[in-house]
């Protein structure tokens, strides 16, 4: 059973760099032809896609929000990150990782808040 | 890209069946067989319930369907439960954007 967890600051100032890590486990992140992802739900609101990057290391990202963020992955920890750097209030969401398939995410972490304050 | 349009609730009494719509374009819902459907209750993570179009995850009731017609898809539960009550969101393949993937708006859905 493949299981990812996300680990991170919870609160992070304003025009810093978020950062995140998810930990894959039950599974190597290199098998498979999964794209592993960040996702990302303001209180209240709906989900926002951030980007994704495959086992190769190709990234993308979603255009609102490509000039801030990067992922990268880790293949000999098991894990991948996340890094969205000037960071506002407007950030202030919970962030899950995922895996991906044929579109579809059929794994996802807890989730973890990550709240944009001074 | 702009999101996928879901309507922002949908009720029902238990065993009725409700629809959710879901409703792109053709660069995303009508040109593409990659539509998804999740579930999601208050403070969890969403669950996937259907994948590529109509497709059942292993565990998840067959009381929820899913199908596409043009560029709208549709998730329908039957014989609605208490335990549907969540919000649902829709997400498909694009190709208007180098993301590759769109979430719908969001779906509330209330068992009277």
């Known amino acids: 059973q493949v299981q990812l967890q996300e680990s991170g600051p919870g609160l992070v100032k304003p025009s810093q760099t978020l950062s995140l890590t998810c930990t894959v486990s039950?599974?190597?992140?290199?098998?498979?032809?999964?794209?592993w992802s960040w996702i990302r739900q303001p209180a209240g609101k709906g989900l926002e896609w951030i980007g994704r990057?495959?086992?190769?290391?190709?990234?993308n990202y979603n255009p609102s929000l490509k000039s801030r963020v990067t992922i990268s992955v880790d293949t000999s920890k098991n894990q991948f990150s996340l890094k969205l750097s000037s960071v506002t209030a407007a950030d202030t969401a919970v962030y899950y990782c995922?895996?991906?398939?044929?579109?579809?995410?059929?794994?996802w972490g807890q989730g973890t808040l990550v709240t944009v304050s001074s | 890209q702009s999101a996928l349009t879901q309507p922002a609730s949908v009720s029902g009494s238990p065993g009725q069946s409700i629809t959710i719509s879901c409703t792109g374009t053709?660069?995303?819902?009508?040109?593409?067989?990659?539509v998804s459907w999740y579930q999601q209750h208050p403070g969890k993570a969403p669950k996937l319930m259907i994948y590529?179009?109509?497709n059942r995850p292993s565990g998840v009731p067959d009381r929820f369907s899913g199908s596409k017609s043009g560029n709208t898809a549709s998730l329908t539960i039957s014989g609605l439960q208490a335990e549907d009550e969540a919000d649902y969101y829709c997400?498909?393949?694009?190709?208007?954007?180098?993301?590759?993937?769109?979430f719908g708006t969001g779906t509330k859905v209330t068992v009277l």
């Open positions: 995922a895996r991906v398939i044929s579109a579809a995410v059929d794994y």
């Open positions: 039950g599974g190597s992140i290199s098998s498979g032809s999964y794209y």
């Open positions: 990057i495959y086992t190769s290391g190709s990234t």
């Open positions: 053709s660069s995303d819902v009508g040109g593409y067989n990659y």
């Open positions: 590529e179009v109509s």
């Open positions: 997400s498909s393949y694009t190709s208007s954007s180098t993301l590759s993937y769109v």
